[in-house]
């Protein structure tokens, strides 16, 4: 599986309304054009949908990823670990020990110049960590986890029986 490979993500993404699976597309052709051997990571989650990049096919080497929110319909672009890259300009959000993010209600309005900046130490970072000597896996889509519970139906399923 390689980034032509979409079955599992137009699934996942399917709950959302057109104007978030935009986004989530164009922010996803963004990283992949930048990091072709990088390998992304789909973990469908009961909160959110988690579209990661890693430089292996580990969590712990994620350099960056995409969140959307079940709740509220939020997206995130994120650094997993953002608390060990420069922010000159300070536009992460975050103060916990690792991630930090920004949050993408207009692509127009993504700072692609900045974010690429970000993006090359971030990676930098994320290959500093590996210690396997065997070759790593490259340019991958990995589906890692899929909840069978989501908050989106649980809530249209609350709506239908408030209707009846």
Not at 80 to 109: C, F, H, M, T
Request: with cysteine.
């Amino acid at each position: 599986m390689s980034k032509g490979d979409t079955t599992d993500l137009i699934k996942f993404v399917s709950p959302f309304d057109e104007e978030i699976k935009s986004v989530v597309f164009w922010l996803r052709d963004f990283v992949w054009d930048l990091y072709p051997k990088a390998n992304e990571l789909i973990y469908d989650n009961y909160n959110a949908l988690a579209i990661g990049w890693s430089v292996s096919d580990k969590v712990g080497h994620t350099f960056c990823n995409i969140a959307v929110w079940r709740t509220g319909r939020i997206v995130h672009f994120g650094f997993y670990w953002g608390s060990k890259i420069a922010d000159p300009e300070k536009k992460l959000i975050g103060k916990g020990s690792q991630y930090r993010y920004l949050r993408v209600e207009d692509k127009n309005k993504f700072p692609k110049t900045y974010i690429k900046k970000l993006l090359k130490e971030a990676y930098g970072y994320s290959m500093s960590l590996v210690k396997d000597p065997n070759p790593l896996p490259q340019g991958l889509t990995i589906t890692k986890s899929i909840s069978p519970a989501k908050r989106l139906k649980k809530e249209a399923e609350k709506k239908k029986n408030k209707s009846k």
